[in-house]
């Protein structure tokens, strides 16, 4: 009898966890969220006339509620809707329909680097003022701060007149915000207030104002009026200039508190296109996915066919392999490397050992005297004190005392903030594993310095030796040609490309840490509500800040050949990248302290005074483009909800990821079975490539340079002789490839060289 009793408790038991399964279900099903709906516009049913009306009576027969938030007209054809699961499905079945994709939050990949990248040089390469004043750079990220001088017009003549922008008027922000330099701002929000309410303007502002500061930095970055005496807290004092600095700036406000929501990220890149920008930076990034489902990569496809050079940032997910995002081959996809300044502190212990770390705190200093020492993961009740996360230290045990906090879990100022709020006078934040040596600088609230893994190892293991842990934090300071540089920051993400193996991902880096630019006034330099501080520039680091230098200097390179292609302006900033630095030895990985790769940088570290004369570029067309995604066997449909054209394959044309005209190369090859991987087997592989000739008539030959024995490589032809402009030429690379064991990676560079110009491209091997 028991027995059953006990039978029937289990049988009750799941019956409800059974039934409120299915209750859960359904209240999934029955929520709504947001939906990009792509249309084949061509095939609008007879029945009606226009699209707006084709568009709403799709809706009303899914759906009695549900209303248009956007109509997409330019990236995408369609609109985008709140949804129910159900319906989205039943939309998705109607004639005409292409897809009908949930909406992707997006994240932000959150002075001197003009020098540092030669752009204070004198140069007949250069485009004039005039020229580069015609070239406009449209920036989404989270608005723009209009009043600093970094967007001061002085100097500039009318706005171009081919420019369809405005400045939208919203809250604390007029159309007298915008001027010649700052032509245009925009705001998109329709997405984001769907899903969480309307926008609280006690907490943001419901306009293109920026309340962040990320987006004012990366305008400012790619395209920054000149500023002298620049500075952030006394550090890195200079002229500040954006890469592009006689360039127009059009900002389009897409990422708010809640994050940046795809429906809106693609309103605004449909606006840009319609406005009329040459180049679309994006600091921002998401899930991975088929390019036909990816909105960003599709509405970089519509403006990469409109002559528009889209580049986006490669991720902050390093250094873990495969980590990037943004990867389609018409985004120039970029990663962060380090500058050649610094923000040294000392630190001094108790045993009179002295290590150096970064600081950009300039408030009052601790005193010269020794100050207890303890590690927060000794002076906590709770797994997160060894991060100091919110509430996990003991104020008793913190108070008056150097909190060494460990990296990761929180935001690195935050953590100042809870050593500060403990009782604590001063932290060391230390890396592990994850970050290596990498050193990134903050304006903390409180005297502290940041040290890499190495130091703090050394500054825990003096704790844990002593009774009595002592130290003291001195001032950090400016200091300027720091060696070697660059090298690749630890965050940023790395290749090989998670989606298309075929394509070499990230494509470049450039500089992504401690980078000075302009900032809100909304907020202080560590962007938390305690921090009262407030400053025109700010030093911060991310492929956020990589994205917008590559921005700005493409558009150097189109201002100075405005009938260069953006696949030919990438061509041209990356094959004239370097890999290594004046002394031959190759670029470094902070994250190994060893040699970087073509995964970590791609091509190499940009060189814009190079790219403006390459010799040589690997253009790319829209059937270029279309003959990739067959390459990828993306049918008709798939093949449309990408690229909004009527394609389909040739079934007699083979088409090869191989002979897709990129600028680098990515080989994936397959691990044969057996014994060693299959050592003794061997497979040849042919990869097609066409240069076209941009300089004066030259004859160019052809180099090779291996890191394995496992790859014979051959080049046919060998030289190639171009007697005029624009003169095309094609080459095929043989490869001879033996087995190698899986998760094996190697690499080598190809070269085409006149003696004047090396057209270099890196090449990856990778068996699997």
């Known amino acids: 009898m028991k027995s059953l009793k006990f039978k029937l408790v289990e049988i009750f038991l799941f019956l409800s966890l059974y039934y409120a399964c299915i209750a859960a279900e359904e209240k999934i099903q029955k929520a709504k969220r947001t939906y990009i709906v792509h249309v084949d516009k061509s095939n609008m ?21 549900a209303s248009v938030l956007y109509r997409y007209e330019n990236v995408v054809h369609g609109y985008s809707t709140m949804l129910t699961t159900e319906e989205a499905e039943a939309l998705g079945e109607q004639p005409g329909i292409l897809s009908v994709l949930p909406e992707v939050i997006y994240e932000l990949h959150t002075t001197r680097t003009p020098e540092f990248l030669g752009l204070g040089k004198s140069t007949t390469l250069f485009p004039t003022s005039d020229s ?14 209009p009043e600093l001088k970094s967007f001061d017009d002085s100097g500039l003549g009318p706005v171009p007149s081919r420019w369809k922008g405005e400045c939208q008027v919203g809250k604390n922000f007029s159309a007298s915000s915008c001027n010649r330099k700052l032509i245009g701002a925009k705001f998109f929000s329709k997405g984001y207030e769907v899903a969480f309410g309307p926008i609280d303007e006690t907490m943001e502002s419901r306009s293109p104002r920026d309340d962040d500061g990320h987006g004012t930095h990366t305008a400012t970055t790619a395209a920054g009026s000149v500023v002298p005496s620049a500075n952030l807290l006394g550090y890195a ?57 990816d909105t ?34 018409w985004i120039t996809t970029v990663g962060a490397g380090t500058l050649d300044r610094d923000f040294p502190a000392s630190i001094t212990l108790g045993n009179s050992e002295l290590h150096s770390g970064v600081t950009l705190y300039n408030g009052k200093q601790l005193s010269d005297s020794m100050v207890p020492l ?85 500054i825990k293991k003096y704790i844990s030796s002593t009774r009595n842990p002592t130290a003291k934090i001195g001032p950090g300071t400016t200091k300027l040609g720091v060696q070697p540089s660059p090298v690749v920051a630890a965050f940023s993400s790395r290749g090989p490309n998670p989606v298309t193996p075929a394509i070499l991902k990230p494509d470049i880096i450039a500089p992504g840490v401690n980078i000075l630019a302009g900032w809100t006034a909304a907020v ?34 189109k201002a100075a050949h405005p009938e260069w292609s953006p696949a030919a302006i990438k061509s041209a900033l990356m094959t004239t990248a370097y890999t290594a630095y004046k002394t031959g030895q190759k670029i470094e990985d902070v994250a190994t302290g060893g040699p970087a790769t073509p995964f970590d940088y791609g091509a190499g570290h940009a060189d814009p005074v190079a790219a403006l004369d390459p ?19 993306y049918t008709p449909n798939q093949i449309k909800s990408t690229t909004h054209r009527d394609f389909t394959c040739q079934t007699s044309k083979m088409y090869t990821l191989g002979d897709f005209n990129y600028p680098s190369f990515s080989v994936p090859l397959e691990t044969a079975s057996g014994r060693r991987g299959g050592a003794d087997s061997s497979s040849i592989i042919k990869y097609t490539r066409t240069l076209t000739n941009v300089g004066a008539p030259a004859t160019y030959k052809v180099s090779l340079h291996s890191q394995t024995q496992a790859v014979k490589m051959s080049v046919e032809p060998e030289t190639l002789s171009f007697k005029a402009q624009y003169e095309k030429k094609s080459y095929t690379v043989t490869f001879k490839t033996s087995s190698m064991p899986s998760g094996t990676t190697s690499f080598a560079r190809l070269e085409w060289s006149d003696g004047k110009h090396i057209v270099g491209s890196p090449i990856a091997f990778s068996w699997t």
């Not at 015609?134 to 701060?145: F, K, P, Y």
């Not at 940046?260 to 991975?288: E, K, N, P, Q, Y």
Request: charged content about 15%; proline content about 3%.
């Open 374 to 458: 303890v590690y927060g993961g000794n002076v906590s009740n709770s797994s997160g004190g060894a991060l100091c996360m919110a509430g996990s230290l003991i104020p008793e045990k913190v108070a008056r005392k150097i909190v060494v906090c460990d990296r990761g879990g929180s935001a690195r100022v935050q953590k100042g903030v809870v050593v500060k709020d403990a009782g604590g006078i001063g932290m060391i934040l230390t890396n592990t594993d994850t970050f290596g040596e990498e050193l990134v600088a903050d304006a903390h609230l409180l005297p502290s310095a940041a040290v890499g893994q190495k130091t703090g190892d050394a």
């Open 237 to 293: 004092s200079g002229t500040a200039r954006g890469m592009a600095s006689h360039a127009r700036v059009a900002v389009y406000k897409v990422c708010w508190l809640g994050g940046c929501f795809g429906s809106d990220i693609v309103a605004a890149m449909d606006a840009a296109v319609a406005d009329g920008v040459d180049v679309l930076s994006m600091s921002i990034g998401g899930g991975l996915s088929e390019y036909y489902s």
């Open 615 to 633: 010799g040589l570029v690997y253009d790319a067309t829209i059937d270029d483009y279309l003959g990739f995604l067959c390459a990828l066997n």
């Open 132 to 145: 580069m004043g015609e070239v406009i750079v449209g920036v989404l990220d989270t608005g723009v701060w």
């Open 296 to 329: 960003v990569a599709i509405g970089a496809f519509t403006a990469a066919a409109n002559g528009i050079f889209v580049s986006c940032s490669a991720g902050n997910g390093g250094p873990i392999p495969s980590s990037l995002s943004n990867v389609a081959p």
């Open 524 to 557: 202080g330099p560590t962007g938390l509500q305690s921090d009262p501080r407030h400053v025109n520039f700010n030093i911060i680091s991310g492929t956020s800040m990589s994205c917008p230098h590559v921005s700005g200097l493409a558009a150097i390179v």
């Open 45 to 65: 049913p007879e029945t009606f006339t226009d699209h707006a009306l084709w568009y709403d009576a799709s809706l009303k027969s899914v759906s009695d509620s």
